[in-house]
């Protein structure tokens, strides 16, 4: 908001309030109307088809402590362990190595085309290993893993190469 509205008002508002400040209560109540309506048409829409926005996921999140997390690191041995556990969940919901065509991966996601897209599995098989939401596109599936992924990708990789041996 910072930068753009300062900007408008400096150059617009201020020096031209003088003759036009109609047109600044006009351009005010549009916008105060527009901020009613976007309101309660989208609220509507929520709750008529029950939207999935942000927060209202039907998972529930759990907040861990640093501790937590080293502990859980602890009891699995080691933390590649978990990436290895992560990417044999997803290669298996992936409907498993032959089904794979090519893997690639951005920030945080991992992109992943496969051959037959029938055989991959629903979302809830990705998110039961720890994804935070997929993105289809016929054979193009992009699984949100988060900034971990690349290590996720690394045994990923691994995975498919040994099972297509």
Same mark, same amino acid.
């Given at each position: 908001?910072?930068?753009? #509205?300062?900007?408008?008002?400096?150059? !617009?508002?201020?020096?031209?309030?003088?003759? &036009?400040?109609?047109?600044?209560?006009?351009?005010?109540?549009?916008?105060?109307?527009?901020? +009613?309506?976007? @309101?309660?048409?989208?609220? *509507? +829409? $929520? #709750?008529?088809?029950? @939207?999935?926005?942000?927060?209202?996921?039907? =998972?529930?999140? /759990?907040? *861990?402590?640093? /501790?937590?997390?080293?502990?859980?690191?602890?009891?699995?041995? &080691?933390?590649?362990?978990?990436?290895? =556990?992560? /990417? #044999?969940?997803?290669?298996?919901?992936?409907?498993? %190595?032959?089904?794979?065509?090519?893997?690639?991966?951005? %920030?945080?996601? +991992?992109?992943?085309?496969?051959?037959?897209?029938?055989?991959?599995?629903?979302?809830? /098989? *990705?998110? %039961?290993?720890?994804? &935070?939401?997929?993105?289809? !596109?016929?054979?193009? @599936?992009? $699984?949100?893993?988060? #900034?971990?992924?690349?290590?996720?990708?690394?045994? *990923? =990789?691994?995975?498919? =190469?040994?099972?297509?041996?």
């Amino acid at each position: 908001m910072g930068g753009g #509205l300062i900007e408008i008002i400096t150059k !617009n508002w201020i020096p031209m309030a003088a003759n &036009h400040w109609q047109t600044y209560v006009i351009q005010v109540g549009v916008g105060l109307a527009f901020i +009613l309506v976007y @309101f309660f048409v989208f609220r *509507f +829409l $929520i #709750l008529k088809f029950d @939207f999935k926005t942000p927060g209202r996921a039907d =998972d529930e999140v /759990a907040l *861990f402590t640093k /501790a937590d997390y080293k502990e859980k690191n602890q009891e699995s041995g &080691h933390e590649d362990e978990l990436y290895h =556990d992560q /990417a #044999l969940g997803f290669l298996e919901a992936f409907g498993g %190595a032959e089904n794979i065509e090519n893997v690639n991966n951005c %920030a945080t996601r +991992l992109r992943v085309s496969v051959k037959e897209e029938d055989k991959v599995k629903n979302d809830d /098989a *990705f998110k %039961a290993w720890g994804a &935070h939401g997929v993105v289809r !596109n016929k054979k193009y @599936f992009q $699984i949100i893993v988060g #900034l971990n992924v690349p290590q996720v990708r690394e045994s *990923f =990789d691994k995975l498919v =190469d040994e099972n297509k041996k």
